[in-house]
């Protein structure tokens, strides 16, 4: 199955928006795994898993690390980008969904 990671700081508040981005998945049909993990274990992530990671999304709290992660991402041809600040703090799913999708392009 195709995924998309969120890479955050600790994960509490990224986990809700996961929850609310995999409803939003669902009603529209789509089948991805949507999970968030330690930014730090990003690497890792790739590694393991890179041949099915869609795309990347950092966290806004950790937006400071996107040059680092995306020397990593870039080794396996997967968009990276900070998640939308207003969309994470106001939970919506849809718009992170949207910003995910929309990256593939």
Not at 23 to 42: D, G, T, V, W
């Amino acid at each position: 199955m195709k995924r998309i990671v969120l890479a955050c700081s600790a994960g509490m508040s990224t986990s809700l928006v996961v929850t609310k981005m995999e409803k939003e998945a669902a009603s529209r049909s789509l089948e991805y795994m949507i999970y968030a993990i330690p930014e730090q274990n990003l690497r890792d992530e790739l590694q393991t898993f890179g041949n099915d990671i869609l795309v990347v999304l950092l966290g806004p709290q950790v937006r400071f690390k996107l040059a680092e992660n995306k020397k990593l991402t870039d080794e396996y041809q997967i968009p990276i980008a900070v998640i939308d600040s207003v969309a994470y703090g106001t939970l919506n799913g849809a718009k992170v969904l949207d910003q995910a999708l929309g990256l593939l392009h």
